[in-house]
């Protein structure tokens, strides 16, 4: 078995196999159809290219509707497994509440009550149970105010129905509202400002195929440890990587270097050349000199 060599000596073949790409969504197709796009796309393109390995999936992370645009990170291959990273981060998004009536001179502070922990129930329309669940909103912010239109920044915990804490804000400022248009500027640990279009990505893949230019394709597509950067890491020796393929755990000996953090905690595991290992939950103490340290969720070799 090899293990993956150091994120930044991959080929652009390998990228494809193990990378991310922070797409800007446009409106309209759903985020579904632009992930099944972009696995085709680059399905064929290694296909054309003679590689020995393709892609099978493309995932994204965090849906968004047909007609909100913004921050969709798409996983390319083996990166589909850490789909699980993205619930540990936190969102941003730029959103127009549309009142139904005119804007009350205090809705600045009315909107500022909505910071800290808020209960919602996910709507009728959701993919998950319709139970009443708590949710953190960071910060909340009015950006803008006319008329009957407030434009608002969200910064909440991933799973917070916008929509519905839209809803809920107007029934506070008394007039009633509505989300109006809603754009994500951030999904941990991408945001806005590393964004790429999908006709971006198409065109790279061209440049890749028919003028064997990797460049292009090696600025919009990063490794799948781009992902991972606000999650805890555990540095573990190559040895110990080769059993945790095999489905064995982390354990103590094999481990070399560990952040500090709570047991129970989603920790990433990396070779010392920076390659991806695995994703699992800290259940030991890195510094002992014998026991299971990491309890395994997702293997990445």
Same mark, same amino acid.
């Given at each position: 078995m090899t293990l993956r060599g150091p994120p930044e000596d991959r080929t652009p073949a390998e990228l494809l196999r193990f990378g991310v790409v922070n797409l800007d969504k446009p409106p309209g197709p759903s985020s579904h159809q632009v992930s099944g796009w972009i696995r085709d796309a680059v399905s064929e393109t290694l296909d054309a290219r003679g590689a020995d390995v393709g892609i099978d999936r493309a995932a994204h992370a965090?849906?968004?509707?047909?007609?909100?645009? @913004?921050?969709?990170?798409?996983?390319? @291959?083996?990166?589909?497994?850490?789909?699980?990273?993205f619930l540990e981060g936190e969102k941003e998004y730029v959103a127009v509440l549309e009142c139904h009536g005119p804007v &009350?001179?205090?809705?600045?502070?009315?909107?500022?009550?909505?910071e800290g922990?808020?209960?919602?129930? &996910?709507?009728?329309? /959701?993919?998950? /149970?319709?139970r009443l669940r708590v949710r953190e909103i960071h910060a909340l912010e009015v950006l803008e105010a006319e008329d009957r239109r407030l434009l608002l920044r969200i910064r909440c915990e991933s799973g917070t129905y916008v929509r519905k804490l839209c809803h809920d804000l107007g029934l506070a400022l008394g007039t009633g509202a509505h989300m109006g248009h809603l754009r994500r500027t951030a999904t941990e640990p991408f945001d806005d400002s590393t964004l790429h279009g999908a006709y971006d990505l198409?065109?790279?893949?061209?440049f890749w195929l028919e003028?064997?230019?990797?460049?292009?394709?090696?600025?919009?597509?990063?490794?799948?440890?781009?992902?991972? !950067?606000?999650?805890?890491s555990v540095?573990?020796?190559?040895?110990?990587?080769?059993?945790?393929?095999?489905?064995? &755990?982390?354990y103590a000996p094999g481990v070399l270097e560990a952040d500090d953090v709570e047991r129970g905690s989603l920790v990433a595991c990396?070779?010392?050349? @920076?390659?991806?290992?695995?994703?699992?939950?800290?259940?030991?103490?890195?510094?002992?000199? !014998? @026991?299971?340290v990491v309890d395994l969720q997702r293997v990445l070799i």
């Open positions: 965090g849906t968004l509707d047909p007609k909100v645009t @913004g921050c969709l990170p798409i996983m390319l @291959g083996d990166a589909t497994r850490l789909a699980q990273a &009350p001179a205090d809705a600045e502070s009315v909107v500022a009550e909505f922990p808020i209960y919602q129930k &996910p709507p009728r329309k /959701s993919a998950v /149970s319709r198409l065109d790279a893949l061209a003028d064997d230019d990797p460049d292009p394709l090696t600025e919009i597509v990063e490794p799948g440890e781009r992902i991972l !950067e606000h999650v805890p540095t573990i020796a190559e040895s110990a990587a080769r059993e945790v393929a095999n489905g064995a &755990p982390v990396y070779t010392p050349n @920076g390659a991806a290992v695995c994703l699992g939950n800290l259940v030991g103490d890195p510094e002992a000199e !014998e @026991g299971a």
